[in-house]
């Protein structure tokens, strides 16, 4: 049937393995689940499946405050965000070293808020004693916009310091941990988070289009019930809390991708948010000794490197060829780099990085180990000398795991 529609519409039906910064690797749980019948979004089962998603998510994000399951991408769901939390005129500061932070100070300013903008440099993370001066000096600030992992680079962002200082300096702290969440360790109640996006098809392993947003219960608190909602209708917190359209929805959902995120969810939590974190943590590091040992270079420093998404350094011009060859040889697919203008000037590593993600299922060595030795196989081809072993620097980051660890991974394997 797949095969089927694959060829009707010209698409090649190879398996491919994402690497990708996203979309990541589905889990085949998951996609099981989408060959169930679908269902519609109103009546008793699509109620208690609605509910339950939820309520699980609550407990990814760490929160007692109300979840928005939005039907749409990553950056449509931060406009949401930005719609609701910010008015004309508001001041804002926005914290950005790459191509997503960018994103939402233009989200800021689209949605006429004044952006106070603070920068750092593309690959290297936001330093909170930078933001708490400029937190403390710019008092009518309402919010501190952030992004967790900046998928451009590969950077993890302090949050947890961050949400600090917004906390200190009384302003509200709004996230984008999309390509973070269900990954790299994020506590939003405990952190004082006002405002946290994630996405299904990143480190949680479902598929896109999907994009949870937690609203702190202080704040879901406060939302209250209007006669005539914000145009439109279907980006106002209000309508999502308060309207009825089957569940709490104001507009038709995508019932199969929110079954698929619940699935992915209850995964992440029978892994434990611990392990899963760890798990994450170790894929980088071992990604990032084997890109090194075979002679590339890393982006971020190793303190600033994420758990989710390394970004290889690869000689100017050998981007694309590196990618195409991982993909007509071995079916891995691997993300370019972004791009993107600064100041007028093309910056953010355009053709000279590869991204490669290790999100969710991915992230451990069943999938780390065959993509480093694809890696040694093209390098060649596409002009780079190898220095040394790939595949034995990941190994011993793994080996240096403690047994239980090893354990824990290969019983969640078993289980599949
Ligand atoms: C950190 C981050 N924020 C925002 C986005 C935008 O999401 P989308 O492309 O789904 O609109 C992405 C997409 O990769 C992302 O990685």
């Keep these: 049937m797949l095969t089927w529609c694959m060829e009707d519409w010209k698409i090649s039906s190879k398996r491919r393995l994402f690497m990708l910064p996203g979309p990541s690797e589905p889990y085949p749980e998951i996609l099981d689940k989408l060959q169930n019948r679908v269902l519609p979004h109103y009546g008793p089962d699509w109620d208690k499946a609605f509910s339950r998603v939820r309520e699980d998510l609550k407990k990814v994000f760490q929160t007692k405050g109300g979840i928005i399951l939005y039907p749409g991408s990553g950056e449509a769901a931060t406009h949401m965000v930005v719609a609701n939390m910010v008015k004309p005129g508001d001041q804002v500061i926005t914290l950005t070293n790459g191509f997503f932070g960018d994103y939402i100070n233009m989200a800021v300013e689209a949605f006429g808020g004044k952006s106070i903008l603070v920068r750092e440099s593309f690959g290297k993370a936001m330093d909170p004693e930078k933001v708490r001066k400029v937190a403390v000096k710019e008092k009518d600030a309402k919010a501190i916009c952030v992004v967790h992992v900046e998928t451009s680079s590969g950077v993890e962002n302090p949050i947890r310091e961050i949400a600090e200082i917004a906390e200190e300096t009384g302003k509200a702290c709004i996230v984008d941990a999309i390509a973070s969440l269900g990954g790299s360790e994020l506590r939003m109640d405990n952190w004082n988070i006002d405002i946290c996006l994630g996405y299904a098809s990143k480190a949680l392993g479902s598929i896109h289009v999907l994009s949870p947003i937690a609203v702190s219960k202080e704040i879901w608190d406060s939302i209250e019930e209007k006669s005539q909602y914000m145009t439109p209708f279907f980006i ?87 990618r195409n060859l991982m993909m007509e040889k071995f079916n891995i697919m691997m993300g370019a780099s972004l791009g993107g203008l600064v100041q007028g000037k093309e910056t953010y590593g355009k053709g000279e990085l590869v991204r490669i993600g290790h999100m969710g299922l991915v992230a451990s060595p069943e999938y780390i180990v065959p993509t480093l030795a694809a890696l040694e196989q093209v390098l060649p081809e596409a002009g780079f000398d190898v220095k040394g072993s790939g595949v034995e620097a990941a190994l011993e980051v793994f080996k240096q795991q403690p047994k239980e660890w090893i354990n824990g991974l290969m019983s969640r394997l078993m289980v599949r």
Aim: aromatic share 4%; glycine share 12%.
């Design 236 to 322: 106002d917190f209000s309508a999502w809390k308060h309207m009825r359209w089957g569940g709490t929805h104001p507009v038709t959902m995508p019932t199969m991708n929110v079954l698929a995120l619940g699935e992915a969810v209850k995964i992440a939590l029978r892994e434990g948010l611990r392990n899963r974190f760890r798990r994450h943590d170790v894929a980088g590091k071992a990604m990032r000794e084997g890109v090194r040992a075979m002679g590339l270079g890393v982006l971020p420093e190793e303190e600033d490197a994420a758990g989710t998404i390394t970004a290889v350094k690869v000689p100017t011009g050998a981007e694309n060829r590196i």
